[in-house]
């Protein structure tokens, strides 16, 4: 008894069902807050099994191993190591439609070998490029931070040493503080020309806060400076009367 192949129409209606019921699929949310479809009981007693997909994203090709009541969303995640893109930058389709992050697998009728086009989301690529940017003007702003770091560095031991002399009693010569207090505005002048946001910003406030540090310290030395009085060398020397000088004679026969 001969079989009677379908139609085409039969085809076409076949295939709109297919699609009608996965549009009419109900959701859920799952206790970590993904939305995903609801499941049936016809899909819930589905054998689990693993479905290799042959992933095309441009010019690479992928083909990773995944469960088969697995979520698109998921994919996504596996697919995170193998093309270094986020979650929110990949759009999956499969059969001609992009797939929401909560769609089953198995719901969808993905099968073993099934292809899925991954596209990079046209929008991250520019959140990418702006990162980018944002993270290099981060660096330039922690290396310009830094120099000055280095250099506020060498001008504190500076303000010890003269803090030391003045402890000591020694005076220090004014042009020295007032050419150090010079040196330190500088650098902060540096300072205000950085332009820092985030960890960077508060690099720039805590080496801001060092120079004011070392500018009122040396304000203070200024004032303990002018009150010791500089020490006079003076060199005295003390004059010894020679002793007369006699000489005498004593005669021999």
């Known amino acids: ?81 193998e093309t270094g893109l986020e979650v929110d930058e990949q759009k999956l389709v499969y059969r001609g439609r992009e797939r929401e992050n909560g769609e089953y697998l198995d719901v969808c009728g993905v099968k073993d070998r099934s292809k899925v086009v991954l596209i990079q989301d046209p929008s991250s690529i520019e959140r990418r490029f702006i990162q980018m940017r944002i993270n290099s003007k981060i660096q330039t702003a922690h290396r310009a931070i830094n120099n000055v770091a280095v250099q506020l560095d060498q001008l504190a031991d500076q303000v010890s040493a003269i803090e030391k002399s003045i402890s000591n009693g020694v005076k220090v010569p004014e042009v020295q503080i007032t050419t150090l207090i010079e040196m330190l505005m500088r650098q902060a002048i540096k300072l205000e020309s950085i332009s820092a946001e985030g960890g960077a910003s508060a690099q720039k406030n805590l080496q801001g806060k060092r120079v004011q540090k070392c500018v009122e310290k040396l304000d203070q030395l200024k004032v303990s400076n002018a009150r010791i009085k500089p020490v006079v060398v003076t060199t005295k020397w003390e004059i010894f009367d020679h002793p007369p000088s006699s000489t005498t004679w004593e005669l021999f026969d």
């Not at 039969?10 to 859920?28: K, Q, V």
């Not at 995903?36 to 589905?46: E, L, P, W």
């Not at 090709?61 to 009541?69: D, H, K, M, N």
């Open 1 to 81: 008894m001969m079989k009677k192949k379908p139609s085409a129409r039969e085809n076409s209606s076949s295939s709109s069902s297919t699609a009608a019921r996965e549009e009419e699929s109900e959701w859920e949310m799952r206790p970590g807050g993904m939305l995903v479809q609801k499941r049936t009981a016809n899909t819930d007693a589905a054998v689990t099994r693993n479905l290799r997909l042959r992933i095309a994203y441009g010019a690479l090709r992928y083909e990773i191993c995944v469960s088969s009541i697995a979520t698109f969303g998921e994919v996504k995640k596996v697919l995170c190591g």
